[in-house]
């Protein structure tokens, strides 16, 4: 399947700001059943943007805008193919508890949002989080498990609240879902890593917000090696999912973290459109001179980008 992203961001402040330094996590990976064809950031107002990799493989930009301003726009563009995973087995034998890999230990340790809690250890006794018939079926279960109790909540935690506001609630949004899950299966010895991205919806066949990233979880099993898993929708992870970043867990992996000079309040607003196509997408044309210069409208410089996006379609 090919898939074309626009994944846009804006931060807009209350009083001009003097300088921002960023850094962004939106180039979906290549590895296994997935290739990025192309990906395109543009920034407002006009910033140089270096790039690297991180120890886990993840793409990171960032960018430096020493100049005032009061709005920033990021709008990452991409065109990503994905094939279809292969098809899992239906189980596996018991003693694979005992062929579990060892040496992932950052995937087998609590990290920032996946510590235990007495909230979380009455949730494992409550859905029986055990080592018990094999891995493969006990992910099984517990990604419907967790489904069926967590009401999926839109704006009902944020992206630093800790998994207790979601356990007492029963209710979150998939970074909820997601590190929950981790901290359930880490101390069974399961490596397990969080990964965010995008979901393709079929027709509202999903309950994540369309206009929103995603994230699930991905463990390393053995003879099958990592396998993924997405507790909000009740899903075995498929080609309709756009892997981003791998990390322990939220932390590791935002789609943008910064820092700014200035006293102001900022106001976030973010968009993501995840669009099916037939054939392989063909290459954006170049951007028109100039529309992204510091000194130009970003209304303006958006629009010519909007404009670009519908004759192509």
């Known amino acids: ?33 997935q290739r990025c064809l192309n990906f395109t950031l543009a920034i407002t107002p006009h910033a140089r943007t270096l790039n690297y990799r991180d120890y886990l493989g993840n793409v990171v930009y960032h960018f430096d805008i020493p100049g005032e301003h009061r709005l920033l726009s990021i709008i990452a563009q991409s065109q990503v193919e994905v094939r279809n995973v292969p098809a899992l087995p239906d189980s ?6 005992n062929q579990l890999s060892r040496t992932e230990y950052d995937s087998l340790v609590p990290s920032h949002f996946t510590h235990p809690s007495p909230l979380l250890d009455q949730l494992a006794g ?16 517990l990604t419907t498990q967790i489904y069926d109790t967590f009401e999926y909540a839109p704006d009902s935690t944020k992206v630093d609240s800790p ?18 899950m981790l ?48 507790p909000t929708n009740n899903l075995v992870v498929s080609d309709r999912h756009i892997r981003v970043a791998i990390g322990r867990d939220y932390a590791d992996v935002p789609p943008t973290r910064g820092v700014f000079k200035g006293k102001v309040e900022t106001e976030l607003s973010v968009s993501v459109r995840v669009a099916l196509v037939d054939d392989p997408p ?23 980008f909007e404009q670009q996006q519908q004759q192509q379609q």
């Open 1 to 33: 399947m090919y898939y074309t992203i626009r994944h846009i961001t804006r931060f807009h402040y209350s009083a001009p700001i003097s300088q921002s330094v960023m850094e962004v996590r939106m180039q979906p990976r290549t590895e296994g059943p």
């Open 92 to 97: 596996l034998p018991p003693e694979a508890w």
């Open 126 to 141: 409550e859905l029986d989080v055990r080592r018990r018939d094999d891995p493969l079926t006990l992910l099984r279960q």
């Open 163 to 180: 998994i207790d506001d979601a356990l007492s609630a029963r209710r979150g949004v998939c970074q909820d879902f997601t590190h929950i």
């Open 183 to 230: 901290a359930l299966i880490r101390p069974l010895g399961i490596p397990a890593r969080y990964v965010s991205g995008y979901l393709f919806s079929r027709n509202g066949s999903i309950r994540s917000s369309p206009g929103a990233s995603h994230a699930w979880i991905e463990a390393l099993l053995p003879e099958v090696g990592w396998v993924g898993f997405d």
């Open 282 to 304: 063909a290459d954006d044309p170049p951007l028109p001179d100039g529309w992204a210069f510091q000194n130009a409208n970003a209304e303006t410089q958006e629009s010519i």
